[in-house]
């Protein structure tokens, strides 16, 4: 049924995006037949918690393919949804993906707008997206409490990936202190580390958010190194961003 290929492709799509599995992601959605609208029809004009997270990824997909067309119908699709439901637990994890799209001031807006529950088993998403966006916005207070949190949530609920965004993090404001070649080199270790952890797309996507903050040799350096594996991915449209610096 189309409600059964929401969740298959929310399942296939949430693995093939960790890995930057571009051409493939992009031909499950078309091989399972599942077009955005459907995300919408059959929820009876909202979106369950799986296709919102697939509309997130298919947006992201068509994103870094270069198709603006197809990411703004799929975002507008995933906030269609969403709008009107406050509460819905996946807002955190939704908006989390498309930050590549909509910035992390757009995203922080449309979380106050969509207000999910504060739930438990929700903390460490929050904890993720609330650190990535204080870091982008460079809110140093803010970031160095949520920082605080990271070793003892990252062990007690086997996160050892949130260490490394909060080192990322770390590098962002390194760099803004003037402190590029250090910035460089933590910012890069980080990815490397969540590289290892099978989140690719994501430890690249990170040192995009760097690159702009780096000194020109190295921000040279650093694109020398995403870029390559971002045109791997198909990441086209974050491989055209970090090329800019190289």
């Not at 990271?150 to 996160?159: E, G, I, R, T």
Request: contains cysteine.
């Amino acid at each position: 049924t189309p409600h059964r290929r929401i969740h298959t492709a929310h399942a296939v799509s949430q693995y093939m995006l960790d890995q930057g599995r571009f051409p493939e992601l992009y031909g499950a959605f078309e091989d399972l037949r599942v077009q955005p609208q459907v995300f919408i029809t059959e929820e009876g004009g909202h979106v369950c918690g799986s296709g919102a997270m697939a509309l997130g990824r298919l947006a992201v997909t068509c994103f870094e393919r270069e198709d603006e067309s197809g990411a703004a119908e799929a975002l507008a699709l995933m906030e269609t949804g969403y709008r009107g439901r406050s509460g819905l637990p996946s807002v955190i994890a939704t908006l989390d993906i498309v930050r590549p799209i909509m910035g992390a001031g757009e995203i922080r807006r449309k979380m106050l707008e969509f207000r999910p529950r504060d739930l438990p088993f929700l903390r460490l998403n929050r904890l993720v997206f609330d650190l990535q966006v204080t870091a982008v916005l460079d809110e140093r207070e803010d970031f160095s409490k949520l920082a605080e949190q990271v070793d003892a949530k990252a062990s007690s609920l086997c996160a050892p990936w949130v260490a490394c965004i909060a080192d990322w993090g770390e590098a962002m404001f390194m760099a803004r202190e003037g402190r590029s070649s250090d910035a460089a080199r933590r910012g890069l270790d980080a990815a490397a580390r969540l590289d290892g952890l099978e989140r690719r797309y994501f430890a690249a996507r990170l040192l995009v958010d760097l690159l702009p903050l780096l000194d020109p040799e190295d921000a040279r350096k650093v694109a020398g190194t995403v870029v390559p594996r971002l045109k791997a991915m198909g990441a086209a449209a974050s491989a055209a961003q970090a090329s800019a610096f190289s």
